[in-house]
């Protein structure tokens, strides 16, 4: 039984095909020998993903392949990397599901075009930023504020390659929750130093990230 | 693991709308399929996720027709299903600015600004806070107003909830799947919940229900450990040891964008004749904002539908 239901298939189609105008890949990185149920529902909906559009792929690596973390910039195992040619970093540690599948969807839309949904006070003030910055989005899967921090903070790294930008699913990294002492979420953590929580405008997002930068 | 979509926009090329409505609660989607269905260019603006709060509640037992309940994040999902069938566009976008002293109106949004010919406000309620001291330092760091996204952090963990009204007993039935016990923090002598709610309460082996006091202060070092709470009948100070605090004492009306510009009742909430008008011509509020005397689901449905049928009668007036 597919994971995505036949009307969503239908929606997704018509998104894929209106907005991928470039190749657009799929990395996902699985734990080595970690064939579990999580692993395998991951892949069959990137798989079922993959399916709807041409320029859509998908490649499935262990963390553990030949240094692929650490050339990918990552630092969380599993992960799901949405890549083109378009420049940012649009990133899942763990499964995007529940409130969060919307987040993968246009993500995937977005490194396809040129979207970009950010006003253009917000761009011009991104790009500013002339250090590289890590954002990580710790989220629960059935917090309906989530997505939109996540979303923020994805457009922010399509605007400014500096900008490193990931959802990190709290239930899955416990030990990275308790480290971070995350309660509430969207709990943003910035440059693993500094943290601020709640889903919030991009310029009120993007103006406690150069707080946290100073 | 679900994977379902909740269409939304927020490409709109679309500047001027004929009526806009702000909020997607249960309020809004209604006005929106009673406006869609007159032919009228309706956007809704939302911040969060269509539905509003209702997509935070885990099961619905009391809205008509859902006799086994069903869940918020659902309902809220075939709300905005059926709004956009009959043409409203959903726009997720948070408003940040209303201008209502001329027409159009205007709108100013987290990514650009619009203007409509009437208005439609259904921006529901927050929860309100406590004022007493830790409140703020502590807030998301064991504090929560969100059960459903928090309550992973507590498993096993004592917390409190503070409000023994529906939401208050509501999520701590839910809460208690995660916690370890739950203690009940309510003002008054009694719960203020339905009575099926409050059955479920005395049935729940986890939860105890404490009446008759009231929170003073929170404190903890980096994140909550205890909430201090008082015996308003006899004056005594206890300590609850605790690492999270979920608020459900009462409810504040996000007025926020239109305090300056319309009529609000002493509490803050839009004052609204019957059929749903505020004190400026062409803009009408809907549901759990304006001074209804009951904030329910079943209600704002119903407010949903004169306001969308009010605001429609308007636009044709001026035509």
């Excluded at chain 1, 859509?56 to 969380?76: A, F, H, P, Q, Y």
């Amino acid at each position: 039984m597919s994971l995505i239901s036949e009307e969503d298939r239908k929606y997704l189609k018509e998104e894929f095909g209106k907005n991928l105008k470039r190749e657009v890949n799929l990395l996902y990185l699985k734990r080595e020998k970690n064939e579990s149920e999580y692993s395998k529902q991951t892949i069959k909906l990137l798989e079922e993903l993959a399916s709807l559009n041409d320029n859509l792929s998908l490649t499935v690596e262990n963390c553990g392949d030949s240094d692929r973390m650490r050339i990918e910039g990552l630092t969380l195992c599993p992960s799901i990397k949405v890549k083109s040619e378009r420049n940012g970093f649009i990133n899942f540690y763990g499964v995007p599901a529940g409130h969060e599948f919307v987040s993968l969807i246009e993500g995937i839309k977005d490194m396809g075009s040129d979207n970009l949904s950010l006003p253009e006070d917000v761009v011009k003030g991104s790009q500013e930023i002339k250090e590289p910055v890590d954002i990580k989005v710790f989220i629960t899967l059935s917090c309906p504020y989530c997505p939109g921090a996540v979303r923020t903070a994805h457009q922010l790294s399509l605007a400014n390659k500096n900008v490193k930008a990931s959802m990190v699913d709290a239930n899955y990294f416990q030990e990275l929750s308790i480290k971070y002492e995350v309660s509430s979420v969207p709990h943003i953590i910035v440059n693993d130093k500094k943290s601020f929580v709640g889903n919030m405008p991009p310029k009120m997002f993007l103006d406690k990230i150069k707080e946290a930068l100073e | 693991m679900d994977f379902s979509i909740i269409k939304t926009g927020n490409d709109s090329k679309k500047k001027h709308y004929s009526a806009a409505i702000i909020g997607s609660g249960p309020a809004g989607l209604a006005a929106a399929i009673y406006l869609g269905r007159s032919k009228v260019e309706t956007a809704v603006f939302e911040k969060v996720v269509p539905g509003g709060y209702v997509v935070n509640v885990e099961k619905i037992e009391n809205y008509p027709g859902f006799a086994e309940g069903i869940a918020g994040e659902k309902l809220g999902s075939l709300y905005a299903k059926h709004a956009e069938k009959f043409g409203a566009k959903i726009l997720t976008e948070e408003v940040i600015g209303l201008k209502l002293n001329d027409k159009p109106f205007l709108i100013e949004t987290s990514s650009g600004a619009y203007s409509s010919d009437s208005i439609i406000l259904a921006t529901g309620t927050s929860t309100k806070k406590l004022g007493v001291p830790g409140e703020e330092e502590f807030t998301h760091k064991g504090i929560s107003f969100c059960a459903t996204c928090d309550a992973p952090f507590f498993e096993g963990e004592n917390i409190t909830v503070i409000g023994a009204g529906n939401s208050g007993v509501q999520e701590s039935l839910y809460l208690s799947r995660f916690a370890k016990h739950i203690t009940i923090v309510e003002l008054l002598d009694h719960s203020t919940a339905e009575p099926i709610l409050v059955d479920r309460l005395k049935e729940a082996d986890k939860i105890d229900l404490l009446v008759s006091h009231c929170v003073v202060g929170f404190s903890g070092e980096k994140m909550l450990n205890s909430v201090e709470i008082k015996n308003i009948t006899n004056g005594e100070i206890k300590k609850l040891e605790v690492k999270g605090a979920f608020i459900y004492a009462g409810e504040v009306p996000n007025n926020e964008l239109i305090k300056d510009s319309l009529e609000l009742d002493d509490r803050g909430f839009i004052v609204t004749d019957e059929r749903l008008r505020t004190s400026v011509n062409g803009v009408f509020a809907a549901g759990d904002v304006r001074n209804t005397p009951l904030r329910q689901i079943a209600t704002s449905v119903g407010d949903g539908a004169i306001a969308g049928h009010e605001a429609y009668k308007f636009l044709e007036g001026i035509k």
